[in-house]
């Protein structure tokens, strides 16, 4: 089983970074598939999820408006779309899949937002 986040980088505010994360080696259309973040010094925070079969969305009040999580079942990966990034949005991004008691978790990705 893996989850493989990739796309993250350095932004400057206002800018736009979009995440991808490919998953292997599960059902993931079973899935119901989550992007967490996690600033230093804070704890993990639920940005985003998506329900399996992409119907559903919901999102952190601190993102919402700004971001928009999808995922493409054809080619097992989730995406967040992050737009008119903050500084505070600075963070290592996790992608979480979720089924019953299961529950996989991929390597994550250094979002850094400054100027």
């Known amino acids: 089983v893996q989850l493989v986040e990739s796309g993250g980088g350095l932004v400057q505010p206002g800018g736009s970074l979009r995440l991808s994360c490919a998953a292997s080696?599960?059902?993931?259309?079973?899935?119901?598939m989550r992007w967490y973040r996690q600033a230093p010094g804070k704890e993990r925070e639920l940005v985003a999820r998506?329900?399996?079969?992409?119907?559903?969305?919901n999102y952190a009040d601190s993102v919402k408006g700004r971001f928009t999580i999808s995922r493409d079942n054809a080619e097992n990966t989730v995406y967040l779309q992050m737009n008119s990034l903050k500084p505070e949005d600075t963070a290592v991004y996790y992608c979480?899949?979720?089924?019953?008691?299961?529950?996989?978790w991929g390597q994550g990705t250094q979002v850094t937002v400054s100027s």
């Open positions: 080696g599960f059902t993931f259309r079973r899935y119901h």
């Open positions: 998506i329900t399996s079969n992409g119907d559903t969305t």
């Open positions: 979480n899949g979720v089924l019953g008691f299961i529950d996989y």
